[in-house]
Structure formats: C-alpha cells, structure tokens
C-alpha cells in the first residue's frame, strides 16, 4: 500500500487535526524543534515499529484534561480483495470502508482522561452507509445478518453463511443507503477479520534517527548479520546435531563413571544424582561479528560520517530483509538529517540516493533537514515546511511560491555570487540529459565546461525544479546575468514551436544573452536506439527497437512498443531516457544521431559567456 497522506491531532505539538500529503519522496523542512521528527515518531507509532513508543507525554499540553489523541494514515493501492473466510472474499469498496476520495482512511485513536492515555481503538474513516437499519453491519454476527436479510427480503438465493454476501444483499435493497462520513471500529466480528488481513498489506516502515551512535553494534547492523549466522547454522543443522550428540554421549559416560565413584562413599547420595544438561548449545551465541576495512580498521575507528554511510547502507538491508520476511508490498524508509556528519560534497551523493531509492518499485522516502545545502537540492513539489505557531501549534504546509520564498528565508538559501551566466532548460529531464551528455563531451575534451560544477554557472528549471534552481530563477534573473536558453522544438503548430516566441525574445535582448530551440523535436531525440534498448530491456525484460526519427514522440513510441508488456512502475519513460539511457551513449553513437556538433556548440556559448565574452 502506498501512504498518500498523515493525519495528527494532539500528538505533542499538533493541536488540532492536521492533514499531510505524503508524496514518493516527501522532505519535511523547518527549524530546530519545529516538529519534524513527531511525525516520524507518529507513524512509527502507527506501524507499531519498535521505537513507536507512546505515552502520556505524548499528549498535547493545549489538548485539555480530556479528549483523544488520533494519529491516521490515508493508504492508496491497497488489496483488490480480502478473505475474510473460507466462505467470505470481498472488497473494500463492497463493504463501504473506502473515504469519499475512495482511499483507505485507518485511524488510530487514544482517548485521555486527567492525563492517562487508554488503549488505543482503530477506526476506518469511510463514506459508508447511515441509513437505519443499513448501519453497523460490519460488527453484527452471521445470525444477525440472517435476522436483518430477512427485514430487508434479500433474494432467497444469496449464500447466508457468508457475512460479505448478506451485507452485499442486505444494502442492495436499500433506496438510499445515505452513505455519509463514518467511524467504523474495526474489533468486532468482520470488521476486525478485515482489519487482521489489512494489517498483512500495510508497508513496512524504516525509521533511521538522527541521533544515534552509528557503530556496528548496532541493531541494523547486528540484526541481517545474526539473520546470515542463524541461516547458516539451520543450513548444517545436521552436522551440529551430530557434534551435540557425541559431546553429550562423552560428558555422559564421563559424569556416570564419577557418580559410580561417588557409590564408594556415599551409595544413598550417588542414587539421587542423574547427569542432564540444562540446555541445547546455542550455537548462534558462539559468533559475534565486526566490521574492519581493507587496512583491518575497525568501522566503529572510521571517521563518523563514514560510520553513518554504512550504517545506513545496513538499515536499509534490514528494513528490506523485513518487508521480504512479512511479505510486504512496500517500504517507507524514514530518515532524520541524512546531512548528519556528511561533508557537503557528499550531501549531493545523499540526496540522489535517496532520490533514487525513492524512484524504486515498492519505496517511499520522507526525510528531514534545516541544512541550507542539502535542501536546496531537493525537488520542489517534494517539501513539506514545517513550522510553529501560538494558535495551533504547528502548520505543515505544501511548497508554492510564498511558502517556497518562506524556507529559503529561513535556511538562507542564497544564489551563488562567483555565477556568471544563468543556464535556462524547460524540465530537470533535459538536466538529466545534459549532465549525461556534459560527461561524455568532457571524456573526449576535457576544456569543456563541466556546467554542473563550475561555480560560475547557474543552472534554473522553468518554474523551479529545485530549491536551488527556484533561486536561481527568481533571483539571478534580476541581477544582469547573461543567459543561456535551451528548450525542445516539440512540434509546429499554427506555423509556430512551442518556445519560438520565447527564443526569439532572449536572442532580441541585446545583453548577451542566448536563446537555442533543439533541431530535434526533443532532448531523447539525440539519443541512440541501442543506447535506449541497453537501458530498458533489464526494466521490460525484452528487447525491442523503433524507427528512432528527429520528429518522433520517443515516449509515445515506447509505450506503443510495451503496449503493457512490460511495466515501468513509478520512475517515468522520460526518467530511464534521460538519465540510464543517456549514460549508455558514446560519441559515436551521438556522432551517428547528427547531435555532436549541435550539442557541443551549445557548451561552447555557455563557456564564453562563463568567460566573460559572449
């Protein structure tokens, strides 16, 4: 099941209710203290992960004396079908446990009194039927549903030992079932049977902190080595119980031949001695791991960061091993301040893993972060600012462009002064692509510009794809930089492309400033055919090839071609172009699609313009 959204009230500093969209890769933003890591620790609770801990100091001190602290989870992608029973297979929609947007909606609620938290309840908040008589069907028993079907005269044919048919009939032959919001408890009867199957498809949550000692002591470390051990003992178990059977029959005769001496002193006291072991050897408590490097150093003597890299490298084997173990369809990894004890050179490699497990079938990433660094190189739609205030608490918000204006405020996300020349692209696809390209160009010469690196270019996606492009965007653009625009031809309509008119407008500036339009309809258009079949054949689990033209829609041609044979879940047919694809070309291959020169000529006026000239 994929967590589109989180629901807190009265959770620590969450007063009233608050909704929070939940996203592929979702960064919650914000200062010391701001509330970050409660909802962490929140789902944690939720997901029952073992350091989900709660108590009464978790309630909210503005909530009052009494009251309840809820904390929810809206799941999308959840089971086409539940068995209940060997008789009963149904659908949440047939029972009327879906919201009114159609998603799976599970509360967890704690009620408090002077203090003191209860056990919690849970509740599916759905859009499900009010009506007298149509209600509370879920927690009536099957001689119940047979009473009310005959209330409602159901067909005569409906099977009554299933509880799921008989509610099927019985709201059936409603008028109007007035379905309207719901609290439906789910612990009794079919609706803790359908909780007890949903419990089996929720994903499996990975919480990393912040602050801890990264050592290889550690639980994610220790835990998948103890996992290899214990396979490995069961894989020999035979052998092991061989050496357990001739070490007890040795010890045996040994402590039988003592007890017979024993007889020579004392005949009554060696008749009450029988030789017995306490226990079976526990052959897994004899091995004990660590971790050293190639120059026999342990990992707890490395430097911290290093400590940490591993040990997230770990945390993440575990938490998979855990979703393979509880057959789970999902994982949400958790992670606080991945900046932590990270150079910021390394801060970029952080994000785009994380970006890149993210992107990955069956994962979810939500992180935190009040690094200005790391947080400008998250995507936009990504972030979540989390804030404080008097009147309730805490405000989540989504990005827009004053929230967005906000956190760069507030982290001092600044544009670079040494930029002296402002690169335009119209999606971070064709960044994707050029970065690629950029190596390749640089492989060969190594006098062409690296645009991503040098400091004296900026880099800006139409709109902002990027804190850090968002600023560049907004801010450069007012301080005289000469610019350099590269956008897709796409196709002629009217007589016009696309960004014709806009091209045009930056070539008519007078200030240096450059404006290109691909001579091919897009960036993929550049691409070779061998290159795009290398990076998807692995993905779709076939080769295939297409008449790859200047003029052709290259995903359009791709779907075609998989015509749902093989599916690309998640990271998107433009994603595998631009980035696996485009590390698969040669200069020889862009050399065969006519795109050298033109690509080439491109970084050429991006380096004149770095250089002062134009």
């Known amino acids: 099941m994929f967590l589109r959204e989180v629901i807190l009230k009265n959770f620590r500093g969450y007063k009233n209710e608050h909704r929070i969209p939940i996203d592929q890769l979702t960064a919650f933003i914000g200062k010391n203290d701001a509330g970050k890591s409660s909802i962490f620790d929140a789902l944690a609770v939720f997901f029952d992960h ?30 086409d079908s539940i068995t209940i029973d060997a008789s009963s297979v149904t659908t949440l929609a047939e029972e009327h446990l879906l919201n009114v947007d159609g998603l799976l909606e599970i509360h967890k609620v704690y009620e408090f009194s002077d203090g003191a938290l209860k056990r919690p309840k849970v509740f599916a908040i759905a859009n499900h039927p009010t009506a007298n008589g149509f209600d509370g069907l879920l927690s009536k028993k099957n001689v119940e549903l047979k009473k009310a079907g005959e209330a409602a005269n159901i067909d005569a044919g409906v099977d009554k030992r299933s509880n799921a048919a008989l509610r099927k009939a019985i709201w059936g032959s409603a008028d109007d079932l007035k379905l309207g919001h719901s609290e439906i408890q789910l612990d009794k009867e079919d609706a803790k049977a359908i909780w007890e199957q949903l419990s089996k498809y929720l994903p499996e949550y990975a919480l990393f902190r912040a602050d801890r000692p990264s050592t290889d002591e550690d639980s994610e470390v220790q835990d998948p080595l103890k996992v290899a051990i214990k396979q490995a003992i069961e894989e020999v178990q035979a052998e092991l119980d061989a050496v357990k059977e ?88 958790a992670v606080e301040e991945p ?54 608490g805490r405000d989540v918000c989504i990005a827009d462009d004053d929230v967005i204006k906000t956190v ?9 002064k040494r930029a002296k020349v402002l690169v335009c692209v119209e999606g971070p696809h064709d960044l994707q692509f050029l970065r690629r390209i950029s190596s390749l160009l640089r492989a060969e010469d190594d006098s062409v510009i690296d645009m991503f690196a040098d400091p004296r270019v900026a880099l800006a996606v139409l709109g902002g794809s990027t804190l850090k492009e968002w600023v560049n965007q907004h801010y450069l653009k007012n301080v005289g930089l000469p610019e350099v625009h590269i956008y897709d ?94 590390s698969r070309m040669t200069l020889d291959r862009l050399k065969q699609r006519n795109g050298y020169d033109e690509i080439k000529g491109w970084f050429t006026e991006i380096e004149n313009r770095a250089n002062g000239g134009q």
């Open 50 to 79: 073992s350091l989900g801990k709660i108590d009464a100091s978790d309630i909210c001190v503005h909530a009052g004396a009494n009251g309840e602290l809820r904390i929810g989870c809206v799941f999308s992608d959840f089971p």
């Open 246 to 333: 001739k070490v007890k029959a040795r010890t045996l005769d040994v402590a039988n031949r003592t007890i017979t001496k024993l007889a020579d002193f004392d005949s009554a006291l060696s008749s009450q001695l029988n030789p017995n072991f306490k226990s079976d050897p526990k052959w897994d408590g004899l091995f004990k791991l660590s971790l050293t490097g190639d120059d026999e150093i342990p990992i707890n003597k490395r430097g911290s960061g290093v400590r940490r890299l591993v040990l997230f490298s770990f945390f993440r084997a575990e938490a998979e091993r855990l979703r393979e173990e509880h057959k789970k369809g999902n994982i949400i990894y």
């Open 339 to 392: 900046e932590t004890a990270q150079h910021p050179d390394n801060q970029r490699k952080v994000i785009e893993a994380l970006q890149a497990i993210a992107e990955a079938d069956g994962c979810q990433v939500m992180l935190t972060t009040h690094v200005p660094a790391l947080a400008s190189l998250l995507p936009i739609n990504s972030i979540r600012y989390v804030c404080s205030h008097d009147l309730n």
């Open 489 to 582: 031809r796409d196709e002629l309509k009217n007589g016009k492309y696309k960004y014709q008119d806009d091209r045009d407008a930056v070539n008519a500036r007078g200030d240096g400033s450059i404006g290109f339009l691909t001579a091919k309809r897009e960036m993929e258009n550049y691409l070779h055919i061998d290159a795009i079949s290398e990076a998807l054949q692995p993905v779709v689990g076939f080769n295939f090839t297409f008449a790859l033209s200047d003029d052709c829609d290259v995903e359009t041609e791709i779907k075609t071609l998989l015509n749902g044979q093989g599916k690309i879940q998640r990271r998107s047919i433009k994603h595998w172009l631009n980035e696996d694809a485009a």
């Open 408 to 416: 760069v405020a507030d982290l001092g996300i600044i544009p670079d």
